[in-house]
C-alpha cells in the first residue's frame, strides 16, 4: 500500500520525485490485483493478438468460396470436420477464418472512431467550458442537436448517403459520437476553473493555451479515458450494427455484423452462422467493459 | 440567466438545427439526384427528375424551400408510395411508439427491482450474478440478442412467433430484446442512487423508528432515489427508439424503424428525411422535458 516508502529504499531518488508517474503505477497495481479488470483485459488482449496474428491461426482464406463445402456444420456436430472446425458458412467460406479476420474490422473501426470523437469532443467541450459565454452556447446547441439524433439513425443515413466503406464507417461514428466527451469535458472545466491553481496560472501571467494544455487537460484526462474505454465498447456494437444492416465494409470482406446478417436466413438449419460471430462480439465488447469499468472505479469514482 | 428564455431559444435552433441536417445529408454524396434513381436512368429522366424534384435550383434556395416546407410538416412525395412522406411516417409511427413504450414498461420492470435488490444486498453472491447479467447485457449486440430469441423460442420451442406484429405474442420478443438493451443502464443507476440513499441520515431514522425493512426501502428510500431513475429512463427513449431501428429490421416489426431502413435501400430519400426529423424531434421533446422535469424536481441544479 505505502508505495513510496517502499520506492524511496530500493530505487533512485529521481524516479519517486515525479508525482504523476507514481500516480499512474499505482493506478497499474490496484488494476492488476482485481481479477475482474485483469480477465477483461485478457479478453481484450487475445482478441487483438487473434487479429494480428490472424494468417498464423488459421490456413484457410477467409473469402475463398468452395460451393461444394458449403453449410458444414462444426466439428462437435454430426457432419463436422476438423478441416472447417467452426463449420462453413452458405457459400463454403471457412467460419473460423471469418471470424479471426473479422476481429480486424471490429477493432480497427473501435480504436480509429474512438480517437476520433474523443480528440473532437474534448477540444470542443474545453472551448465551451473555458470560455462561456457566446462559444459555450454554440457547441451546447450543437451537442443538443446531436443528441436529439438516435445516434444510428444519423449513422446509417450517413453512411448510406456516403456510401458504405471502412473509412466511412470509422469517420461518420467518430464525428457523431463526440458529444460524451464534450459535455464531460466542458463540465469538468467548468468546475476547475474556480480552484486555486488555476487562478494562480492567471495571477502568474499564463496564457490560455498553457492553461489548458498544461492544467486543465491533465486533469479531466482521467474521465476522457473512462468515457473513451466504454465508447470503444459502443462503437464495435454499432460496427456491428451497421454491417448487419447491410451498410459496413463491402462485402468479401469478413465482418462480424455482416456475417451475422447473412447467417439469419439459415437460423432454422445452420444456427453457427449467426450465432458464433455474435459470441466474438460479446467476448470482446463484455472484455473492454469489464476492463473499462474497473479502469473507472481507479481513476475516476464519478462518472457512472 | 434567463433559463427560460434560453430553454426556448435553444428548442428553437434545435430543431432548426435538426432539418438543416436532414437537408444537407441528401447533399453529402454530391448529386442526390444520382443517388435517388437507379443506375440504368437515362440522361432524359435523370435531368426530368431533377427538374420535378426541384435539385436544379440554387441550392441556398432548396434550403429555404426545405426548410419553409418543413415547418408545414411537408417533406416531399415519398418516392416509393407516392404519398407524402410525412403521412407514411405517422402512419408506422403507432408500431413503434406501440414497441417502445412496452420496451420501456419490460425494462423498468426489470431493472428497477433488480438494482434495489443488488443494492440492498450488497457483496452478496446474488449480487454478484446480477452485476454479471449486467455486464452480459451491456456487451451483446441488439440484433444479436433479437437472433437468439427467435433460435430459442420461434425456431426450437415454437412459443413465439418469429415475426409480424398483430397480438401480444409478437409484441413479447422485440420488446424484450429492446428491454435487455436498455435495462443494464437504469439497473446501474438505480443501484447507485439506491446506495446513496440508505446512507442517509433519514433512512437510519426510518430504521430507528422500527419500521419494516420493506417500508424503509420501498417507502422512504426508493421515493428519494426516484429523481435520477425517472431522467435516466426518460433519456432512455432516445436510444430505444434508436435500438427500434435495428430491432423493428430483425423482427419485420411494421414501425418507424423498419421503415427507414427500407427507405434507404431504395433510396426514397425524402421518406429517409421525413423519419429522420420525426423521430428526431420526438428525442429532442422527449429530452427537453426530461431536463425541464429534473431541474424542477432538484432545486440544487440552477443553471448550467
Same mark, same amino acid.
Given at each position: ?111 480509429? !472512431? ?142 462480424? /455484423? $455482416? ?46 | ?120 444486498? +450488497? ?80 433512512? +437510519? ?28 429512463? /426518460? $433519456? ?18 411494421? /414501425? ?6 427500407? !427507405? ?41
Amino acid at each position: 500500500m505505502n508505495d513510496l516508502g517502499v520506492q524511496t529504499a530500493d530505487r533512485p531518488l529521481a524516479e519517486t520525485a515525479q508525482p504523476p508517474v507514481s500516480e499512474w503505477k499505482r493506478t497499474y497495481r490496484k488494476f492488476v490485483k482485481n481479477p475482474v479488470g485483469i480477465i477483461g483485459l485478457a479478453m481484450v488482449v487475445m482478441i487483438t493478438l487473434m487479429s494480428i496474428a490472424a494468417p498464423l491461426l488459421t490456413s484457410h482464406d477467409p473469402i475463398d468460396v468452395h460451393l461444394e463445402k458449403k453449410l458444414q456444420p462444426p466439428v462437435w456436430q454430426e457432419g463436422g470436420s476438423w478441416e472447417h472446425w467452426l463449420g462453413t458458412d452458405e457459400v463454403g467460406r471457412d467460419v473460423w477464418a471469418r471470424l479471426v479476420y473479422g476481429s480486424r474490422i471490429s477493432l480497427a473501426v473501435g480504436f480509429f !472512431a474512438v480517437v476520433i470523437s474523443l480528440v473532437l469532443g474534448t477540444a470542443l467541450g474545453m472551448l465551451a467550458g473555458y470560455f462561456r459565454g457566446k462559444t459555450d452556447f454554440a457547441i451546447s446547441t450543437v451537442i443538443d442537436i446531436m443528441m436529439a439524433f438516435p445516434f444510428i439513425l444519423l449513422a446509417l443515413a450517413t453512411i448510406a448517403v456516403m456510401g458504405p466503406s471502412l473509412l466511412n464507417m470509422i469517420l461518420v461514428l467518430g464525428l457523431t459520437d463526440w458529444t460524451q466527451y464534450a459535455r464531460l469535458v466542458r463540465s469538468e472545466v467548468i468546475n476547475l476553473r474556480e480552484q486555486e491553481f488555476i487562478q494562480a496560472g492567471y495571477a502568474l501571467g499564463s496564457r490560455h493555451w498553457r492553461i489548458i494544455w498544461k492544467h486543465l487537460l491533465p486533469n479531466c484526462l482521467p474521465s476522457v479515458i473512462v468515457l473513451a474505454t466504454l465508447a470503444m465498447a459502443r462503437a464495435i456494437l454499432m460496427e456491428s450494427s451497421l454491417s448487419f444492416l447491410g451498410l459496413g465494409v463491402s462485402s468479401p470482406t469478413p465482418s462480424w /455484423g $455482416f456475417m451475422m446478417s447473412t447467417g439469419r436466413p439459415y437460423i432454422a438449419t445452420a444456427w453457427w452462422l449467426a450465432t458464433l460471430p455474435g459470441i466474438a462480439i460479446l467476448i470482446t465488447v463484455l472484455g473492454i467493459n469489464l476492463a473499462g469499468d474497473r479502469i473507472r472505479d481507479l481513476l475516476d469514482p464519478k462518472v457512472d | 440567466m434567463g433559463t427560460l428564455a434560453t430553454q426556448c431559444l435553444r428548442i428553437v435552433l434545435v430543431l432548426f438545427g435538426i432539418s438543416t441536417i436532414a437537408f444537407f445529408l441528401i447533399h453529402l454524396s454530391g448529386d442526390p439526384v444520382l443517388l435517388m434513381l437507379p443506375p440504368e436512368a437515362t440522361q432524359e429522366e435523370i435531368e426530368a427528375f431533377r427538374h420535378q424534384m426541384g435539385f436544379d435550383r440554387p441550392l441556398s434556395e432548396q434550403y429555404i424551400n426545405f426548410l419553409s416546407q418543413a415547418v408545414r410538416g411537408d417533406f416531399g412525395e415519398s418516392l416509393k408510395f407516392h404519398q407524402p412522406s410525412l403521412q407514411v411516417v405517422l402512419e408506422r409511427m403507432p408500431a413503434t411508439l406501440e414497441l417502445t413504450l412496452f420496451a420501456t414498461l419490460l425494462s423498468v420492470l426489470i431493472a428497477v427491482p433488480l438494482g434495489i435488490y443488488s443494492a440492498v444486498n +450488497r457483496n452478496s453472491l446474488s449480487e454478484n450474478l446480477v452485476t454479471v447479467a449486467v455486464f452480459l447485457g451491456q456487451s451483446m449486440p441488439i440484433f444479436w440478442t433479437g437472433i437468439m430469441l427467435m433460435l430459442l423460442f420461434g425456431v426450437k420451442l415454437h412459443w413465439l412467433p418469429v415475426s409480424g406484429r398483430g397480438t401480444w405474442a409478437h409484441l413479447l420478443m422485440p420488446a424484450f430484446t429492446l428491454a435487455v438493451w436498455v435495462a443494464p443502464t437504469t439497473l446501474r443507476i438505480v443501484r447507485s442512487s439506491m446506495l446513496e440513499v440508505l446512507q442517509q441520515d433519514y433512512i +437510519r431514522t426510518a430504521r430507528s423508528k422500527g419500521l419494516a425493512e420493506r417500508v424503509v426501502i420501498y417507502k422512504h428510500a426508493l421515493k428519494n432515489a426516484s429523481i435520477p431513475i425517472i431522467t435516466v429512463i /426518460g $433519456f432512455q427513449i432516445g436510444k430505444l427508439l434508436g435500438g427500434a431501428v435495428v430491432t423493428e429490421t430483425v423482427f419485420a416489426w411494421p /414501425g418507424v424503424g423498419q421503415l427507414v431502413v427500407k !427507405a434507404i435501400y431504395t433510396a426514397d430519400y425524402p421518406l429517409v428525411q421525413a423519419c429522420v426529423v420525426i423521430l428526431a424531434l420526438i428525442v429532442a421533446a422527449m429530452n427537453f422535458s426530461v431536463d425541464a422535469m429534473y431541474r424542477h424536481l432538484n432545486p440544487k441544479i440552477k443553471s448550467g
